[in-house]
């Protein structure tokens, strides 16, 4: 029975193997509520056909000749924010799984899962934003668990590691155009200890030099 | 082997001019590229140029390579979509392709005169005579 095209989720296949593109686009055009409008041999078909024609969910693989999944998913990624795209692989790696996921994808799954779990997985993408095969979520676990926890947001909703109140006082000073010297008269501080401040501040924003730091915090507003 | 599959399934003569010593120096993303983008082209042909014969030439121009696919069919006008836009998307993915590669494409064609395809690529290989 084929999908009514007013509501099915319209579904493009990428994969350099017409084979396997085939075989999955029989799979979901004989669901109810699926149907594939477009098929892509690699990144760059994807990349070309998924700006044109928008599709719901995009199924790609990630080894491709030429344009791969990995450089094809950043783009579409960054081209169709809403899109669920799913990666549908061989690879289990876990570098590849983390990769994919990083990158945006919603989700990944193994091309040697059942008919039954794979048609499963794709609405649980659609309805729920992510699907996994059931293998790989622990490992998924356990990278997000050796993630150190975020940082607190700057006061003002600047995402870095924290800095404590006494490097925020130095930073508006280094913004000023304080030399260390000066800073350590202003604070009431030791030159040493200054200077052991701006090294943690220039570590936590991630910036080379007192300029950088300065930067930042004058397009962060810490500074009026 | 795609040139087999498509007189296969379209019925039409093709003829095929390959420069073989070019083959092996064509660097491996360039061969993937005009791999693709002659299999693009032939479909264009199966499903629009109802033509009654082929040409497929792949050699070296120069310091180019260069892949042409021409046919005698009732050609278009490349200026305008063409249906839905599907033949205009493809011939986009086409240009985007050889650009990758570093290469140009050109596409001639006018209702009634037939089409001719041509993607040509820079030759890297810098070895003995192929140099020259």
Known sequence: ???????????????????????????????????????????????????????????????????????????????????????LTVHDEDEKVFQALRAGANGYILKNTNSEDFLRMLRDGLSKGAAISTELTGRVIAEFAKTPEPAHKMDNGLSKPALTNREKEVLVLIAEGLADKQIGQQLCISLHTVKSHVRNILSKLKVKNRHEAADVALHSNIIN | MILDEFQEKSHVPTMVEIDKDIVPVIEEEQQIQLLRIAQESLANVDKHAQAEQVEVSLKRDGKMISLCISDDGHGFDPAHNIGDGAQHLGLKIMRGRVERVGGSLTIQSKPGTGTQVTARVPYTHTNGEFAK
């Open chain 1, 1 to 87: 029975m084929s999908a009514s095209t007013d509501t099915a989720i319209r579904v493009m296949l990428v994969d350099d193997h017409e084979l396997f593109r085939n075989g999955i686009a029989s799979l979901l055009n004989a669901q109810p509520d699926m149907t594939v409008i477009a098929k892509a041999s690699d990144g760059l078909e994807a990349q070309c056909r998924a700006v044109a024609i928008k599709p719901d969910l995009i199924l790609m693989d990630i080894n491709m000749p030429g344009v791969g999944g990995l450089e094809a998913l950043s783009t579409i990624r960054t081209d169709l924010p809403d899109a669920i795209i799913i990666m």
